[in-house]
């Protein structure tokens, strides 16, 4: 993968605590413990560290191009088809259109992908819902809110209450009282 470096975060953890168990500053069942795998399969990751080094806890598979890619003449024919005829089309839109009128199956997410390496598509953020923000009041007791709660706030052992509450803008001062 471009860009990666070849150990993450979960390997340079790996790499840290098995040196340390094979320094014996630490029992292999607490390293285990640390990256959340079994006893056994710490005793694995310990053993192809002891084989390989740091190297042995890369997967295997880091670096290749997936198995499940499609062929780059596939991913050519779908770019040239969206230029020629769908220029103006979302991926989604146009991955129907593809399987429509040529028999191409590839998914939007993956014509996006392509189309966004290609510079020919651009996704346009969402934006977030206006929402008006009203000033405070300047003074205190311009703007007052109140609000009652009926409700047994004793639980058996008084009367039942309304618990009324004001709540003043321009301070955010509450005052609460039952009656």
């Known amino acids: 993968m471009a860009g990666r470096s070849p150990m993450g975060q979960k390997e340079l953890l790996r790499g840290k605590l098995m040196e340390m168990v094979k320094q014996g500053k630490m029992r292999l069942k607490a390293a285990a413990l640390k990256i959340k795998v079994s006893y056994r399969q710490g005793k694995r990751i310990y053993a192809a560290y002891l084989g390989g080094g740091d190297r042995a806890l890369i997967h295997g598979n880091t670096g290749r191009p997936s198995n499940r890619r499609l062929e780059e003449e596939i991913r050519g024919q779908a770019v040239s088809r969206y230029q020629q005829r769908y220029s103006d089309f979302g991926p989604a839109f146009a991955a129907e259109k593809l399987e429509e009128e040529t028999g191409l199956r ?58 009324i509450t004001m709540i003043d803008d321009a301070t955010n001062i509450r005052y609460s009282r039952f009656f």
């Open 106 to 163: 590839v998914s939007a997410d993956t014509l996006r992908r392509w189309f966004t390496a290609e510079v020919l598509w651009k996704g346009r953020r969402r934006r977030r819902a206006y929402r008006s923000r009203r000033e405070r009041r300047p003074c205190f007791g311009e703007l007052v809110q109140f609000d009652g709660s009926h409700h047994d706030w004793f639980e058996g052992r008084g009367p039942r209450c309304c618990l």
